[in-house]
């Protein structure tokens, strides 16, 4: 099992730039999650897809933030245009059904926006 | 929506016994879970309580009170690589979600 698997581990990008982030669940994890940790906020769920639907965008802070899952093994999270203020680690998390059922986090994403 | 609180530092030596409480309000309560944080990297998960009561796993235990929206993280024998951060989690449904919030976080430090 290779484990949640992130993309790229770390991005430094200049305000206004595109940002992109890529997730690849575990195999067979119908749920998938992405959360934002900084110091000041903590981990913050930005959105959470099941069966590759977004069931609760609550938590993307903006319009400039979209999420997409367009299979079972791949989902993104784009920022645009970004600002110094996304700075932050992004962590992508999959779980299988079941109410006790684990979350499994990737390595996250550690972007900084000059 | 949900708030969670639990203390931002606990210190103690290596052998000892820790507790980390936490305190919850939520709506639509399922669970508590407890992750551990090593810096820099990801979470990780300890532990689940979605009953009453005491759930052990080794070294660890975790403990839930839903009459009193209250659980607590129990570490013994306490090791230099217990030092990280701890967070308390609620699974919470909202409308047909069932989503985990996250307490701010423990930062345990084990001295030798």
């Known amino acids: 099992d290779a484990g949640v698997i992130q993309s790229p581990r770390h991005e430094v990008t200049e305000m206004g730039q595109e940002v992109t982030l890529r997730c690849k669940p575990i195999?067979?994890?119908?749920?998938l999650f992405w959360y934002r940790q900084t110091m000041m906020r903590g981990l913050e769920l930005l959105i959470y897809?099941?069966?590759?639907?977004?069931?609760?965008d609550s938590g993307m802070p903006e319009d400039r933030f979209s999420a997409k899952m367009p299979n079972a093994s791949f989902s993104t999270l784009k920022i645009q245009p970004s600002e110094p203020r996304d700075s932050a680690v992004y962590f992508c998390?999959?779980?299988?059904?079941?109410?006790?059922?684990?979350?499994?986090f990737g390595n996250g994403t550690r972007l900084t926006v000059t | 929506g949900q708030s969670l609180e639990q203390p931002s530092e606990v210190t103690a030596v290596e052998g000892a016994i820790v507790q980390i409480n936490c305190t919850y309000q939520?709506?639509?309560?399922?669970?508590l879970s407890w992750y551990q944080q090593h810096d820099g990297g990801a979470p990780t998960f300890l532990s689940y309580?979605?009953?009453?009561g005491l759930e052990e796993t080794g070294r660890f235990s975790s403990f839930l009170s839903r009459s009193d929206s209250y659980g607590y993280l129990l570490l013994q024998e306490l090791q230099m690589k217990d030092s990280a951060s701890y967070f308390c989690?609620?699974?919470?449904?909202?409308?047909?979600?069932?989503?985990?919030?996250f307490g701010s976080g423990t930062q345990l430090t084990v001295l030798p």
């Open positions: 998390a999959s779980s299988s059904s079941g109410g006790g059922s684990p979350l499994h």
């Open positions: 195999s067979g994890h119908n749920s």
């Open positions: 897809f099941n069966n590759n639907v977004p069931i609760d």
């Open positions: 939520t709506s639509g309560f399922y669970g």
């Open positions: 309580n979605g009953l009453d």
């Open positions: 989690a609620v699974k919470a449904a909202s409308g047909s979600a069932r989503q985990l919030t």
